[in-house]
């Protein structure tokens, strides 16, 4: 029926940008690990605290 082939539709399109998102956080991780090993050393030399590290990302 066309009520299915639209949850078809919308369902595999979901999927499609579920997985591209999945993908993309995964090759942004390691990024974000070395931008939290230098916050971790920057916050604890008492450069600044975590709401202006926020604000500057």
């Known amino acids: ?3 299915q082939d639209l949850f078809n539709a919308m ?3 979901y999927a499609a940008v579920l997985f591209i998102g999945i993908n ?3 090759s942004v991780q390691p990024v974000v ?3 939290r090993t230098v916050f971790y ?3 604890a030399a ?3 605290s975590e709401l ?3 604000f500057g990302q």
């Open 33 to 35: 690990a070395i931008g």
């Open 41 to 43: 050393r920057e916050r």
């Open 24 to 26: 993309n956080a995964s």
């Open 46 to 48: 008492g450069m600044y």
């Open 1 to 3: 029926s066309k009520q």
């Open 11 to 13: 369902g595999s399109m």
């Open 52 to 54: 202006p590290y926020a």
